[in-house]
Structure formats: C-alpha cells, structure tokens
C-alpha cells in the first residue's frame, strides 16, 4: 500500500516492517503530531468544553492533520503499541520462584527506588529577572543538610582555616589575629547568603571550573563557596556582564566567592566572571539579581556630554514595547542613531517589498515614541545578530558615515539582543585587531537584563587602505553567497526545512595579527599583552589603545510596557520565539474572546460581519476562543490547567501570577479583505494582525498581565500574511497555517 501525508510520499509501514523502517518513519512524519494523541486530556478543561469555541489543547490535532491523515496515524500509533507489548512479553526475563531471596532483594530494591522517586522535590519556582529602585545588602540564612563533621574532619577543616588565614595576612587583607578571625569566620558562616535562582543544576564542584581556584581554601560547609562582607569592591568589572567583581553579597551583581576573590591580583580577576555569568554561560542556570531603574539613565548620561553614536537596538517581535521613551533624554541634539531592527530573521516574509515595510515601520515608531528628530537616525539596518543577516552592512555604514570620530554606544531594551550583537562586532572588521582574542565576551543567555555595566571593546580604524581591502574581500564573497542563497533556496523546496529559508550571513574578517596587508601589526603585541600570571589580558595603557575609540555595551533599559520580569524561566522560553514566526489566521465573530496562551486576551466587542485576524507569536503559545460573556469564567477555571501553558500549572506560581487588565477601546476600519489594516500588540507575547472587510469598522478591547505593553499599530506590520493562509477547518474558526516563507528577498 502506497500513500502520501504532509507532502512526504513513501510505503506504509506493513506488519512485518523491521523495527529501523518503522521509526524511520515515525520520526518523519509523527514526530510533531503523536504527542497530541497520546497525551492524556485534564478533566478540568473537558468540563468547560461547552463554553469552548476553539482550543488548542482538545482540537489543535483537527487544524494540523486532516481526519484520513489522523486516523491512519492512531492506526500506526496502535500497531506500535501491539509490538512494544510483545517485545515487553517474548524479551522480558523470567526469574524462578525458588529464588525467593533473590526476588525478595529485587523487590526490597524497587520499593526502595519507588520511595526515592516519590520522595525527589520538584524544582522551585524560579523567575530571574525584577525591578528594583535600588540596590541593598541582604543576609539570608540557609539550612545546612550537611552531617556532623567527625572530630578529624574539625582538624582538617582548623588547619585548612588556618592555611586561608596565613594568605589573607600575607596579602595584607587583614590585621586581625588569629583568634579573632575565627569569629569572624564563624559569624559570617551564621549568616551566610547562598545565592538564589536555578542551584539545582550546578554542580557541588563549581568552583573547580576557575583555573584560579585554590581547593585548599574549599570549606566543606560551603557549597557555593563564602562570601566576605568586610571586603572591598574591586575596580575590575566582571567581563561577562561588567558589574565590579567582588566577594561581599550574592545578592549584589559582580559576586565571586572569598575563595575565588580573595588574594587575586588585578590581572588575575581580569581572566575572571561573576558567579551569575558563570553559571549561565556554563550550566545554563539563572541566579535572581536586582536591577535598578534608577541607576540605567545615570549610568549612560556619559553619551549627552561626549562626541559620540548610539546604535539603538530594537526587536523586530516586539515594538514598540521595547523601544525605550526617555532616549532623548540622554542624547545631545546632534547625536547621530543607527537604527538596528534585530531578530528579523524570525520574521515571517509576506510580500516582495517586506524588508522595505518593516524597516519603514521601525523607523516611524521610534520617531514617535522616544521624540528624536528624523535628521538623527543616520541609517537603518534590519539584522539578526544570531544568524550574522545585515552585520556586514551595518559595519559598512558605521565605517563610511562615522568612521572613527568618537565612541558607539550599543543602547535598547532588555532582551533586545544588544549583547550578542556586542559579540558579533568584536569577531568582525569592527573590532580592532590586536584586540579580537584579548576583549571577553558579554554573556548572553534568553534571560534578560544580563548586562549590568558597561563593556567595550575598541573600534579599528577605518583608514582608506583599509576600508579599500575590506571592499575587495566583500566582493570576492559575492558569488560565494549566490550559490550559497541558490543552494539553500532549493533545499527549501526539497525538504521543506525552515533552516534553509532562515535569513542568515557569513561574517568575514579582512585583517589579521599574522596578515601583511595589517600595517598596525606589532610583532611582539601578543607577548605585551601577555600579564605576569602568563594569562591575555587587554592593556588599555599600550600605544596602540590610547587613541582608540570604543564600542560600548550598555545594560537593557527597563520598560515598563514588557512584560518579561513578570515569566519564569521555563515560560520565557516557551514565550521567546527561537525560529520563523508561523501566523495562524483564525475567523473572529463579534461578542466572541480569543486567549493568547493566559496572558493576552482580544475581545471583539462590535462589527456588522466576522473580521479575519493573524496571530504572530511563539508556537508554543496555544490559542482559545470563546464567547465573550464566558470570557472571564474560562479563563479563571483554565489557568488552573495545562490548556494555557503560560504561566505554568503550578499553585505556587499562580500566587504570583497578576491579573489581567484591560486597555482602552480601539477602533479599526478594513482596507481589504486580504489586507491587515493594523496589529494589536501584546506587550512581549506577540501581536495580532486585523483584517476587516473593505470599509467596515471593529470596534476591539485587549488585556495584557497589569494592562502592560498594549498597542494599535498602524499600517500592519505584515499586512500581507492574511491573503496566504490555508484553507478554512470546517467545523472550527480556525485556518490551516499557510506557507511560512513567502518570498523571495
């Protein structure tokens, strides 16, 4: 039997298929879509299932797969499940009654692995990032699980106390005796501060990670080490997040363990990053810090008194909530701006002009919210710092327009990406060479505020010479990227994989430390960067950096139309779109409520006929639809289920969870029927494109968690996406999603 599902044809799997076919199989077409069949539905959302109009989570299978696909797919699913049974009864071993010992141990062994597993705690509710007006210290107790120590154990650890306090007094850190910084010591371990976040993923040995570590100085109560609060601040800033190292509070940004910070010399704490940076870049752990709303302005007041470019950096998903107001406010009037639209390489495209629209828009609305004259945005420039799209030419501008007249400031929101295209620039002709292995790299993680000082690297010089031999390398990569760009378009087509149509660039370098075309190079540049401890370091003191000028990260401004700081960490990744945004278009009847995972919500509150409307969010974020009488009723009793994944089905998150308040009316008038005519924002979660019929008006009302982030844009931002959605699910309001990649740019 032949036949053909989701555009893939092939032969069926026949009972006698070897297990390797049948996977094969599976892995290629079900992958995506058995979840959904298997799972088993909550209770809780079936009882409301009269109130319903539409759900994800009861008839997402129906929009996905067609009832033919579907019912040979349960079929498939069942034959599976026929075969894991046999294997489990023609394999499984046999063990003889007589062996009662043996079988009372087995079951004395799997009892005992059953109390373990009921007894695992489950991870805490843990949400990264909050607004603060300013910094504190704060002590916290932390239980100690650890056993008593044996009396062997107290001599190790009273020598060991004393070997850590003959090197703090040879440091000259301390003058206290002996005697009196065991008390000390004691007294701070009373009150010892553990830092607070995701601990459950790093491990007991963390602090081995450094090469600077000392395990002498390892005391065996303190897992993450002890802090010091009678230290000193260090001048060095932590080259991950640029926050002051120092060992006084985990609370503070910048903290590192006494048994890390205590007794290194400048240049060591140079090779060095904080606790929290460490723990993100390596284990992928968020710790809570405190960012203050107060300190971001005065830190960057700098760039309103200096000659300087800010490049302003703004997600493409999500403006204008990310756009921050009071730029002006730190500007001088003659600061010139390079526009950066980042993430554009999540956008799905919807006409041939689309790099023109999106560009306009974003030009308009940051002249609208932040008040900066039009003559100051000297260029626009759509990019993806992850995928290197638009780099080249945002480096040509900066190069050609502004050259080498002062410092750049890289400015925006949080989780706007500013860090990572802080690392994209140190790995390109932007980065002067001697420095491109000596400047750390800023830590970039899908948490925000991760930056908290400023960073920087510094700025070649974009001599005629240079810019010249830069000119030549662009041109011989341009057949290269042809056929690379033909290449991916044509196994788009063949495979249908959304990585080939990915907006993406390669990012060259034209000069090196070993090129004879570098006419800066100093033969012996990399032994004088070399510190004492033989680690590289960037000696800003040197001749080569006394002229330079400097590219600046800055940390995220905080926007209160975000609704970022309000997620924990599993829903910022469920929130935070990682590939090409997939619109969903969906028919919307007047008095009818649509849901947006549970935190945003649409209400249709007066129209003459239905209006079409497009969500562009994460593929995670289900959609729920019902009449808007029951609105407030379903969303209540579905918050306490997994029908919204967003917040987590979780008691002790939902305390925490804010309620959703509503906006002021808005009022549309179509265009087209296959046009959007504006998109209702919803804060950082996504937006939703409106699409009246010609001349008719809809009269709508959003709600977002606290009313944050809520706006009208208009002209859509994709107007276009609507007129190429799939063909209508009969029975639902929903459309069959329609070709993710429209056309060629």
Known sequence: MRFQLFGLSGYGVRRNSGLREFRRWHAILYKNVEPTLRRKLDASVLAVRDKLLYCDYLDAENVQVGYKKRKTLEKLLRMEEERERYEEIAHKPVFSVLLSNNSTASKEKVDSHSEEWTTTKEKPVHMPYAMVDSYEMINSVTSNDAEEPSENALDEEHESLHDRYSKIKASGLTELNFEDFVKTMEKSVDSLSTPHGELWKVPDNWMTDY?????????????????????????????????????????????LPSELFSSKNTDELKLMTCQRCHFLKFYNAALEVKVSIEDYPRLLKVIKSKKCAIILIVDVTDFPCCIWPDLKTIMHPFTPIFLVGNKVDLLPRDCPSFLENVKQRLKDAVIDITGVKKENITHVQLASAKTGYGIEQLINKLQNKWQHKGDVYLVGCTNVGKSSLFNTLINSDYCKVQAIDLVQRATVSAWPGTTLNLLKFPILNPTGKKRRLRTIRLIGETSYKMTELEYNNLKFKETRNIKYATLKEHIGKTFTMHSSSNPMRDPFSEISHKSMSGNSVLDE??????????????????????????LTTDELLLTLPQEIISPRTFMFKPKQTVFVAGMGRLDYLEGEHFIRCTLFASKHLPITMCRTIDADEVYDRLLTTKAFVVPINDPERLKAWPKLLESKEMKVVGVDREESVADVVLSSIGWIAITPFENESA???????????????????????????????????MYLLGRQVYVKC
């Open 211 to 255: 090469e600077q570590f000392d395990d002498s100085l390892m005391n065996w109560y303190a897992r993450y080490g002890t802090p010091d609060p009678n230290s000193k601040v260090s001048s060095v800033p932590c080259g991950g997040c640029g926050a002051l190292l120092h060992c006084r509070d985990p609370a503070i940004p910048g903290y």
């Open 541 to 566: 003191t040197r001749p080569e950096y006394k002229q330079s000028r400097w590219c600046y990260d800055t940390p995220g401004t905080i926007q209160t139309d975000q609704i970022l700081n309000l």
């Open 699 to 733: 009269l709508l009302k959003a709600w977002t968690p606290q009313g944050r982030g809520i706006y009208l844009r208009s002209p859509a931002l994709l107007s276009k996406s609507v007129s190429l959605r799939g063909g209508k699910v009969q029975g639902t309001p």
